[in-house]
Structure formats: structure tokens, C-alpha cells
């Protein structure tokens, strides 16, 4: 199961397990029957989180085999990556948010 899939799971979950008069809920059931069809939802409305993403097995298995023999973080190696790749390819946005 992806790591999104496990989120969802858990939003519906906690919505499940709340009493129906909560404002939350009876929004939640709104917005749900509201929209039938995909609807593009600003990122600040979002319930997902952005860096929800999944790989391939392969990957996956290379990423484990790369932490496990030369002891690196993988998630700090991942953000240096990240940063390179928005500064080459988007050096506006990049040079407005990142240091």
C-alpha cells in the first residue's frame, strides 16, 4: 500500500469515528457528494500531503541497499537532491523560498 493510501485510510478512519453533528464530518459528507467528478483543489484545502509519492519496487530495493552499505540518510541525501533539481530547473521559484 502506497503512503497516500495509508493517509486516506486514516482521514476516513478518524472521519468515521467522529459523531455525526461534528461540523467537520457533516462538511466533510458535503464536499464528498458535491463532487462526483475530479475537481482541482488548492494545495492549502488539500487533506493529502504533498510529498506523498510512491516509487518502484526496484527503486525501492535500490534506495534500502544504498542506506544499508554506506550508512547515509537517505531522506537528507533526497532533500539535497531536491533542492539541486528545483534550483536548475526552476531558479525563480527556487531562489524565492529556498536559502
Known amino acids: 500500500m502506497s503512503l497516500l493510501g495509508?493517509?486516506?485510510?486514516?482521514?476516513?478512519?478518524?472521519?468515521?469515528?467522529?459523531?455525526p453533528d461534528s461540523p467537520r464530518s457533516s462538511k466533510t459528507r458535503k464536499k464528498t457528494q458535491v463532487r462526483s467528478t475530479p475537481?482541482?483543489?488548492?494545495n492549502k484545502e488539500r487533506r493529502s500531503p504533498i510529498m506523498s509519492f510512491s516509487v518502484?519496487?526496484?527503486?525501492?530495493s535500490c534506495l534500502?541497499?544504498?542506506?544499508?552499505?554506506?550508512?547515509?540518510?537517505?531522506?537528507?541525501?533526497?532533500?539535497?537532491?531536491?533542492?539541486e533539481a528545483l534550483s536548475d530547473e526552476f531558479p525563480l521559484i527556487a531562489d524565492r523560498y529556498l536559502e
Open 6 to 19: 495509508k493517509y486516506r485510510k486514516e482521514e476516513e478512519r478518524r472521519d468515521e469515528e467522529k459523531p
Open 39 to 42: 475537481v482541482a483543489v488548492p
Open 56 to 60: 518502484t519496487s526496484e527503486l525501492r
Open 64 to 83: 534500502q541497499a544504498v542506506r544499508n552499505e554506506k550508512a547515509i540518510n537517505l531522506s537528507l541525501w533526497v532533500e539535497k537532491k531536491l533542492r
